[in-house]
Each structure stands twice: as C-alpha cells, then as structure tokens.
C-alpha cells in the first residue's frame, strides 16, 4: 500500500478508489480521506477568510467614516445593482463547473477553460448592459456613475470566483484564500489611498477595479500547478454547460433577488441615509455568512462523489456531521450578537451608524436560515434536482418582494430586515424538503441542544460581566463556549485528536 498512498494524491481522493484492490478497504480510505480533506481544506479556508474579513472590515471602517451615511448608501446601492447582473452573468457556472470536473473521466482543463471563456463573454455583454439599465432607476448621477466604473470591477471579479472551483476541485483552497487576501489588501491600499485625497464614491468603486484584476491574475498564476487556464469557446461545450447550468442560474437569481431585492427597494422607497445604515449591518452578515457557503464549496465535490458512486451511507454521514458543525458555528454567532450588537457595530463604521446595531439584532437570525440553505442548496445540486427546486426558490423570491413592496415604504429597513428572515428561513425549510424527499436523511439535535446551552452560558457572561472592550469580550466569549461544549461532549477532543494524527498519518 505505501507505493499507491503519496502526498501528491491527496489532489483527488477518486485515485484511492480506483486503485485499491479491496472495495471495503477502498471505501473505508475514500471515506478516511475525504473527512481529512474536508478538516484540512476548511481550516485553511477558514485562516484565510479571518484574514479577508480583518482586512475587509478595515476597509468598511475607512468607506463608512470617509463617506458618511448617505455617500456610503450611494455606494451601497450601486453595488447591490451591480451583483444582480452578477448572478445573471454567473449563470449557475461555479456551481455547474465544479460539479462537472468532480465527475469520473472529467477532462478539466478542458472544462475550465470553455466555463472560463463563456463566463468573460457574457459579463462583458451583459455589465455592458448595467449602465444603461440604471439611468432609468430615481437614483442620483453618482449612483449611476459608480455603476458604470463597478461594471469592470465586476466582470474581472466573476473570472476570479469561477476559478475557485479549480482550487476546490484538486483540495489547494490556500491557493484561492491567498489570492482573496491579496485582493482585499490591494482593496484596502487603494481605499485607503483615495479617501487620503478625500475622494468620493466613484473613486472608492475604482478601487475594486484595480483589487479584482489583482484577484484574477493571482487565481490564473496559482492555478498553473493543476491546470492552465485558457479561454477557449467550444460552442458544442458551451452548449452542454448551459443545459447543465440554467437551473442553478433560475434559483441563485430568484436567491439573490430576495437576499438583496430589500436593499433596491431602500433605495428606491427611502433615503440613502437609511440605506447606508443597513447597508453596513449587511456587510457584516455577508461576512459570517461566507463561512457555509466556503465549506460547501470544498464538500460538494465529495458529496457529488459519494451519491454517484452509490455510497449512500457516507454521503448521510457528510450530511450529518455537517449540520452538527452548522449548528455549532451558528448558534453561538447569533445568542451572542444580542449582546455585542451595538457595541461592535460602533466599532466597525464609526459615529451615524448607531441603528445599525437594533437592526444587527434582528437581521443576525438570518444566519440559521443561511447555514441550511446553503447545506441543503448545494446538496440539491449534487443530487441534480435544480430543476424541481427552481419553483422553490421562484415562489420564494415572488412572496419576498411583495413583502419588500408592501413593508419596506411603511417600516424601512425594518420590514426589510423582517422579510429577509421570511426568506431564509422558507428557502432553508424547501431546500431540505427536497433533499429528505430523495436521501432521507436523518438529522440529529442533539449537539444541537448543547450548543444552545453552551451559547446561553456564554450569554450570561456577555451579560453580567463589565466589558474591557467589545473584541476582547467576544474573544473570552468564544474561549467559554468552545470550553463548555468540550467539557459536555459537544465537541470532543478524541475526534480533534483522531483528525490531527489521520492527518500526520497520511503526510
């Protein structure tokens, strides 16, 4: 066994199948193997992402105190409009091209760089677009200058996010988190750069140009150990990819019309001023909420693996343990967020932003429904069942903005955030539905039920204890509940222990 077992083959678990002789034997390391992959891919996903986030949210710090809430609503808003034709532009590619590559025989370099190709071809067609569809919006020049200037900022940002399914793919995710990291510092620099010379909202949107082609250019150059990266145009291909992708394109659009749709419709009912306070509440959501979406990301070429093969108990147990690492991620973001709202949103954009921490509050339970959608969402599309979901995600998004057309002129960023859980929480409910319907999966609560405990003790220390300062607060906060939820077997420190010395074994 030691001549098949390499450091190198660690790039694609399928090997190990293959050329295992003993099926039971094969099994046991495919399965062996994918858990190690999955711990090793999410902790550098994770490191990275720290590192994306502390960097992002200085640059929030800097947007938010060198415009002002009204100029940062501008912004905001123009970058809302902008990542609707985002998801139109992606069209279901990321998603279709990791599934795609992950399957037995799959020519990657091949696939790649026909998705790669069709992907720059359509943004540059439709952001072209972008421009011009806002002039008819009610919004001020400024708003519609950043639109045109975001447009190419955009198009180079969905060449960079397509080739992260390459680094998911051969399981080199440090790759990907280190062309993010150099992404946001160059966003950070010219940020910073700009609001030294007290430019404005156009100018902090031109930013994201220069930080995406860094991005782009770094995922191309990081990718060359696996594949090189071509812009290629097989029409026959494109062809197959688009019959593949359109599902997933239907449901991420209707997704993000209702995760983002509130947003517009601040803009177009209400001040910027009220935008720019939400605006910034959402920013700090998207960054919690990326961790789901990262992990899923590396699972579901092992998932897609697992149910195509016909090992229907592992791809139970992926499932299992992940909503088990869901809930013990999720629950404690949201019952210590009740304590720390106020203060950390203070601390985030600066004086003016005061409300956004009442509305962090509320918008936080939002989490629960996102960690789900995005378990269940991806395990719809390993199971390719996009087509039957698409009704989900349509008869979601059209009950969620008649929600946002009727609240949102009355209640402003309050209905918004109200109708945000509506949305999260129906898309989390259907999307499981859909996916007990074929797998049965069976769901356990019971670490559940220890973390909801564990949060509650942290909760009351959060509570009752006089604050040094809000990070170090959450940093005691977080050391109590990991503490607690080792002492009541939440998670246990034999199944650390395993996973450290698997992974020491198989280097």
Same mark, same amino acid.
């Given at each position: 066994?030691?001549?098949?077992?390499? *450091?190198?083959?660690?790039?694609?678990?399928?090997?190990?199948?293959?050329k295992?002789?003993?099926?039971?034997?094969?099994?046991?390391?495919?399965?062996?193997?994918?858990?190690t992959?999955?711990?090793?891919?999410?902790?550098? $996903?994770?490191?990275?992402?720290?590192?994306a986030?502390?960097v992002?949210?200085?640059?929030? /710090?800097?947007?938010?105190? +060198?415009?002002?809430?009204?100029?940062?609503?501008?912004?905001?808003t123009?970058?809302?409009?902008? $990542?609707?034709?985002?998801?139109?532009?992606d069209?279901?590619?990321?998603?279709?091209?990791?599934?795609?590559?992950?399957?037995?025989?799959?020519?990657a370099?091949?696939?790649?760089?026909?998705?790669f190709?069709?992907?720059?071809?359509?943004g540059?067609?439709?952001?072209s677009?972008?421009?011009?569809?806002?002039?008819?919006l009610?919004?001020?020049?400024?708003?519609?200058?950043?639109?045109?200037?975001?447009?190419? !900022?955009?198009?180079?940002?969905g060449? !960079? +996010?397509?080739?992260?399914?390459?680094?998911?793919? @051969?399981?080199a995710?440090?790759?990907?988190?280190?062309?993010?990291?150099?992404?946001?510092?160059?966003?950070?620099?010219?940020?910073?750069?700009?609001?030294?010379?007290?430019?404005?909202?156009?100018w902090?949107?031109? /930013?994201s140009?220069?930080?995406?082609?860094?991005?782009?250019?770094s995922?191309?150059?990081?990718?060359?150990?696996?594949l090189?990266? $071509?812009?290629?145009?097989?029409?026959?291909?494109?062809?197959?990819v688009w019959?593949?992708?359109?599902?997933? /394109?239907?449901?991420?659009?209707f997704?993000?019309?209702?995760?983002?749709?509130d947003?517009?419709?601040?803009? @177009?009912?209400?001040?910027?001023t009220?935008?720019?306070?939400?605006?910034?509440?959402?920013?700090?959501?998207?960054?919690?909420?990326?961790?789901?979406?990262?992990?899923?990301?590396?699972?579901?070429?092992i998932?897609?693996?697992?149910?195509?093969?016909?090992?229907?108990d592992?791809?139970r147990?992926h499932?299992?343990?992940t909503?088990d690492?869901?809930?013990?991620?999720?629950?404690?973001?949201?019952i210590?967020? $009740?304590?720390?709202a *106020?203060p950390?949103?203070r601390?985030?954009?600066?004086?003016?932003?005061?409300?956004?921490g009442?509305?962090?509050?509320?918008?936080?339970? !939002?989490?629960?429904?996102?960690?789900?959608?995005?378990?269940?969402?991806?395990?719809?599309?390993a199971?390719?069942?996009?087509?039957?979901?698409?009704?989900? @995600?349509?008869?979601?998004?059209?009950?969620?903005?008649?929600? @946002?057309?009727?609240?949102?002129?009355?209640?402003?960023m309050?209905?918004?955030?109200?109708?945000t859980?509506?949305?999260?929480?129906?898309?989390?409910?259907?999307t499981?539905?859909?996916?007990? *319907?074929?797998?049965?999966v069976?769901?356990?609560?019971?670490? /559940?039920?220890?973390?909801?405990?564990?949060?509650?003790?942290?909760?009351?220390?959060?509570?009752?204890?006089?604050?040094?300062?809000?990070?170090?607060?959450?940093?005691?906060?977080?050391i109590?509940?990991?503490?607690?939820?080792?002492?009541?077997?939440?998670?246990?420190?034999?199944?650390i222990?395993?996973l450290?010395?698997?992974?020491?074994?198989?280097?």
């Amino acid at each position: 066994m030691k001549h098949c077992i390499k *450091k190198s083959d660690l790039r694609q678990f399928t090997f190990f199948r293959d050329k295992l002789k003993r099926p039971c034997f094969g099994f046991w390391v495919l399965g062996f193997m994918s858990k190690t992959i999955i711990a090793r891919n999410f902790s550098i $996903q994770v490191a990275s992402r720290i590192m994306a986030v502390l960097v992002g949210l200085f640059s929030i /710090a800097i947007l938010t105190r +060198t415009l002002g809430t009204n100029a940062f609503g501008e912004y905001t808003t123009a970058i809302t409009f902008l $990542q609707l034709f985002g998801v139109i532009v992606d069209f279901g590619l990321t998603l279709t091209l990791v599934v795609m590559i992950s399957e037995e025989g799959a020519d990657a370099e091949r696939i790649v760089g026909n998705i790669f190709g069709l992907r720059m071809i359509s943004g540059a067609i439709l952001f072209s677009i972008a421009p011009i569809a806002v002039l008819s919006l009610p919004w001020s020049d400024v708003v519609k200058e950043a639109v045109l200037v975001g447009s190419v !900022a955009y198009v180079l940002m969905g060449g !960079a +996010t397509l080739l992260v399914g390459v680094f998911q793919r @051969y399981h080199a995710m440090w790759r990907a988190g280190l062309a993010e990291i150099l992404n946001r510092l160059a966003l950070l620099i010219f940020i910073a750069l700009f609001a030294w010379f007290k430019l404005g909202v156009v100018w902090m949107v031109a /930013a994201s140009v220069i930080a995406n082609a860094v991005w782009l250019f770094s995922m191309i150059r990081l990718a060359r150990p696996f594949l090189h990266i $071509q812009f290629l145009h097989d029409l026959k291909m494109w062809r197959n990819v688009w019959g593949r992708s359109w599902p997933i /394109a239907v449901s991420v659009f209707f997704n993000l019309l209702y995760l983002k749709g509130d947003i517009l419709f601040l803009a @177009y009912f209400r001040n910027q001023t009220e935008v720019g306070i939400y605006g910034v509440t959402y920013r700090v959501l998207d960054m919690l909420t990326a961790l789901p979406v990262m992990f899923m990301g590396i699972l579901l070429p092992i998932v897609v693996n697992t149910w195509s093969s016909g090992n229907r108990d592992e791809f139970r147990a992926h499932v299992a343990r992940t909503f088990d690492l869901f809930m013990i991620a999720a629950i404690p973001i949201i019952i210590g967020t $009740q304590q720390v709202a *106020k203060p950390l949103m203070r601390l985030i954009a600066g004086p003016g932003y005061d409300a956004a921490g009442e509305i962090l509050k509320l918008l936080i339970f !939002a989490v629960f429904g996102v960690f789900l959608g995005a378990l269940f969402g991806h395990l719809v599309v390993a199971l390719n069942k996009q087509k039957p979901m698409t009704w989900g @995600y349509v008869s979601v998004a059209v009950a969620t903005v008649v929600g @946002y057309y009727i609240f949102i002129p009355k209640f402003g960023m309050w209905g918004a955030a109200w109708m945000t859980l509506f949305s999260e929480w129906m898309i989390a409910l259907i999307t499981f539905l859909v996916v007990y *319907k074929i797998t049965k999966v069976q769901l356990r609560f019971v670490i /559940a039920g220890k973390a909801i405990f564990a949060s509650a003790v942290m909760y009351l220390f959060l509570r009752f204890v006089p604050s040094l300062s809000v990070l170090v607060d959450i940093l005691f906060a977080a050391i109590l509940y990991l503490a607690i939820m080792l002492v009541i077997k939440g998670i246990k420190m034999e199944d650390i222990r395993a996973l450290k010395n698997a992974q020491q074994s198989i280097e």
